[in-house]
């Protein structure tokens, strides 16, 4: 008898072990073609064919796992779509154009938009995607919380760009396999694009050559999520209990959210002659979580600093 019951107290620690894993995973994944799309703020109200997908965030079962990403989702505008003019007093946001051309409406002002342009949208500024084109307009919305004691000054332009003509650089600390378009840092950032946002630190695209590596690191005090736009190949996300990196295989539309301090990188499977897996990356400050300290990183310099947790080696 006691033997049985030592049995199935055993069965019931690991049951609410297996639990605890479960409700607080160091990680998220998602698979944007499996996601249902949810009515949401720009779907909703005055839209017109307009649908979202939430990935993490607002919308997703999983929205309490996060500290300061607001959302991240992909919206989609039908040809003779509008969606909904949102604005928010305590979030910024980014649009990143997945795919085909619209109209930006920004306050009063409205600007064409295409594949791979980014801008911000701050606080308290109306905004929303119209599409007069024969084809759907595909956008990935990013959005941050802004603390209630942030002190913001107001944006004096709308801040809208192309990956295009982000320049592709080498940052030694992740070799010469994977080279980096640096799209858009804090208002105080001196190389990126746009020196733009706040709690967001760092929009970047990651092109690999073939069979390229994004040397696995961690991040002590930011989330990250990495939207593989092209490609396949192996995602690091986290340690096994023998210090090994956790490989998980992945297809073009994998996205993953990071919590602070797991381990993350990247390794292609692509041959040479195959067109350079790409990798849409973003991080953000996690609100009350120091940036110094041991092992902790500034905010502002983009991805891929000299105080980047060091890898370990499988």
Do not use: C, W
Not at 45 to 58: E, H, M, T, V, W
Not at 260 to 282: C, F, M, R
Request: charged share 20%; aromatic share 8%.
């Amino acid at each position: 008898m006691g033997s049985i019951l030592n049995i199935k107290r055993l069965a019931i620690l690991l049951g609410f072990s297996s639990y605890l894993l479960a409700a607080d995973p160091i990680f998220l994944r998602r698979q944007v073609s499996e996601v249902k799309p949810q009515p949401d703020d720009l779907s909703v109200a005055n839209a017109k064919a307009a649908s979202y997908k939430p990935l993490f965030g607002i919308g997703d079962q999983d929205a309490n796992q996060l500290k300061g990403v607001a959302r991240y989702g992909e919206l989609t505008v039908e040809p003779g779509g509008t969606s909904a003019i949102v604005s928010y007093p305590a979030e910024e946001q980014i649009y990143f154009i997945e795919e085909g051309s619209g109209t930006l409406l920004y306050g009063d002002e409205k600007a064409p938009v295409r594949k791979n342009d980014f801008m911000y949208l701050p606080v308290g500024v109306r905004h929303g995607i119209a599409n007069s084109s024969g084809a759907p307009i595909k956008a990935i919305v990013m959005g941050y919380k802004i603390p209630a004691d942030m002190k913001l000054q107001p944006t004096p332009k709308l801040m809208l760009a192309s990956a295009d003509d982000v320049p592709l650089q080498i940052l030694g600390q992740h070799g010469p396999t994977s080279r980096f378009k640096l799209m858009m840092g804090t208002t105080s950032s001196p190389r990126d694009k746009l020196a733009a946002a706040y709690m967001m630190n760092s929009l970047f695209i990651m092109d690999f050559a073939p069979g390229g590596t994004n040397i696995p690191h961690n991040h002590p005090a930011e989330e990250e999520i990495y939207f593989l736009l092209r490609g396949s190949g192996d995602m690091v996300a986290g340690l096994d209990a023998n210090g090994k990196e956790v490989r998980h295989p992945v297809t073009e539309g994998a996205a993953f959210l990071f919590k602070p301090g797991t381990q993350v990188g990247y390794y292609s499977n692509a041959k040479e002659g195959q067109p350079h897996d790409l990798i849409l990356a973003v991080r953000s400050r996690v609100p009350g979580m120091s940036m110094r300290g041991p092992g902790a990183r500034g905010g502002r310099e983009g991805p891929g600093r000299p105080a980047d947790q060091p890898a370990r080696q499988p």
